[in-house]
DNA sequence: ACCTTAGGTGTATTTTTTACACGTATTCCA
DNA sequence: TGGAATACGTGTAAAAAATACACCTAAGGT
């Protein structure tokens, strides 16, 4: 939620705190994970057939229950990891989905996260059991996602959107080289509108954290375009000096 | 989290799906709310003194244990009008804390809310029960929240502070009909950084949500200074349009 | 009458953002 | 082997936005 909360309980405070007697609630709690990658041109998300009824085949986020030994973030790491045999994962908290009857048989409450991953390592290794397959976000529209699961991702690239502003996470989604064409196109896709290459080239360039690599990448032009690669040790230091990066 | 998860329980995909078997643990579920309110040139927050132990008696955020009947925002709008006796809270879903042991006593996984509220109509009816307070943000650090809240703490400011550079929640904390001078100490005191006089109002008053009135406040000048107020019908009418707000 | 206090107001400068077009290197094909 | 096709690489001028900055005014208090 933000915005406006004008349920009323009680117009007036209350004559009690309410007392802690060590017998609560409890609730399922489970943590749906947006797992993005970038492949040609376009974000892309790992969606998996759902195995339980009512749902069973339709397209959902992959998640995972909470366990007593593990917290939010084990839990989210541990079901990308499942998935994708990935370690050393960029990964990001959304939202905590908590209305009573968003999964219609029973009550849990679902922590969204989101994943930025490299697509190419996964294409041929991804657990099959889970019939996961990449899927642009440019036709997500067109499938039938379960539960709340498309509020989970509208919410997840919008935070992505304002998050890539502030940070410059886009290199996860990246092999280790890349063209500034391939750089470029991935901000087109997250930010969803058109970016100009001579100012897109100029900014990046300014911020100093790519190093240009003498070999060029010749898979999209007969020219070929030169690779750069992210520096991570020059973004450590900016961090420290407190920088703030905006595109 | 934001940032790299890189704790390894598996580095390569699994064989099998987790079976759901409907016998999933489960976890006790609060709501702990950031109650803020801007008071004589500078933002507070409403603590109250805890009534459990340990921790019996420091200074916490008030919070409250979900149930199956309320939702997580339900939750934590009640949670706020229980203590202040308003009606129609501006609040915001922060971030939801699961680490194992953040309470050392038992697993509890929390989902922090800020909520936006005038102060002067809690001033005199605060339920008593909970000795409440309004604490300056700046003296917050001297004092010894329990658990985890500091990190709840810091992190609602920051959200606040990015939410308040896309909508004009500022207005929240303020009555109705404010001056300028009122208004620009509100965002100096949200961004901890002191702004411009003259450039502020300009801006201000350039985004044309301000209705300038006739009366004047005489509290803190002998001159008088013009009250404005937020003119929330053409707010709506920017909102359609797809506005953006930038402070 | 004068002092004190916060309110109100405009312009010039700098910085940032945006718009925009053509030659080049290389491959492929005729 | 020459020509066509394709994506790459590059700079400048104009517009917009952000910043810096100082003095007079209204009114109450002494």
Same mark, same amino acid.
């Given at each position: 939620?933000?915005?406006? =909360?004008?349920?009323?309980? @009680?117009?007036?405070?209350?004559?009690?705190?309410?007392?802690? #007697?060590?017998?609560?609630?409890?609730?399922? #709690?489970? $943590? %749906?994970?947006?797992?993005?990658?970038? +492949?040609?041109?376009?974000?892309? $998300?790992?969606? #998996?057939?759902?195995?339980? &009824?009512?749902?069973?085949? #339709?397209? @959902?986020? !992959?998640?995972?229950?909470?366990?007593?030994?593990?917290?939010? %973030?084990?839990?989210?790491?541990?079901?990308?990891?499942?998935?994708?045999? *990935? %370690?050393?994962?960029?990964?990001?908290?959304?939202?905590?989905?908590?209305? $009573?009857?968003?999964?219609?048989?029973?009550?849990?409450?679902?922590?969204?996260?989101?994943?930025?991953?490299?697509?190419?390592?996964?294409?041929?290794? /991804?657990?099959?059991?889970?019939?996961?397959?990449? +899927?642009?976000?440019?036709?997500?529209?067109?499938?039938?996602?379960?539960?709340?699961?498309?509020?989970?991702?509208?919410?997840?690239?919008?935070?992505?959107?304002?998050?890539?502003?502030?940070?410059?996470?886009?290199?996860?989604? !990246?092999?280790?080289?890349?063209?500034?064409?391939?750089?470029?196109?991935?901000?087109?896709?997250? *930010?969803?509108?058109? *970016?100009?290459?001579?100012?897109?080239?100029?900014?990046? /360039? @300014?911020?100093?954290?790519?190093?240009?690599?003498?070999? &060029?990448?010749?898979?999209?032009? &007969?020219?070929? =375009?030169?690779?750069?690669?992210?520096?991570?040790?020059?973004?450590?230091?900016?961090?420290? &000096?407190?920088?703030?990066?905006?595109?």
């Amino acid at each position: 939620m933000y915005g406006y =909360a004008d349920k009323t309980f @009680a117009r007036q405070p209350q004559d009690t705190v309410p007392e802690y #007697h060590g017998e609560e609630p409890s609730f399922h #709690h489970t $943590v %749906d994970c947006v797992i993005l990658g970038f +492949h040609r041109t376009e974000l892309h $998300v790992l969606l #998996h057939r759902f195995p339980y &009824k009512p749902y069973k085949g #339709h397209w @959902a986020l !992959l998640g995972g229950f909470v366990t007593p030994e593990m917290s939010l %973030d084990e839990t989210a790491l541990q079901t990308v990891q499942r998935l994708t045999g *990935l %370690d050393n994962i960029y990964m990001e908290q959304v939202y905590t989905f908590g209305e $009573v009857r968003r999964v219609p048989t029973e009550r849990v409450i679902t922590t969204c996260y989101y994943a930025l991953i490299r697509v190419e390592p996964t294409l041929e290794q /991804l657990s099959p059991q889970y019939q996961a397959t990449w +899927h642009p976000l440019s036709q997500i529209l067109n499938l039938d996602l379960v539960y709340d699961h498309p509020t989970m991702l509208r919410k997840a690239i919008d935070q992505l959107r304002l998050r890539i502003r502030l940070q410059p996470i886009g290199f996860e989604l !990246l092999p280790e080289k890349f063209t500034m064409t391939e750089l470029r196109q991935l901000y087109e896709s997250i *930010l969803d509108r058109p *970016l100009d290459k001579r100012n897109f080239n100029k900014k990046v /360039l @300014a911020m100093n954290l790519l190093q240009k690599l003498e070999e &060029k990448q010749k898979d999209t032009s &007969k020219r070929g =375009a030169f690779y750069y690669e992210f520096d991570a040790d020059r973004y450590r230091e900016y961090l420290e &000096k407190g920088f703030l990066f905006e595109l």
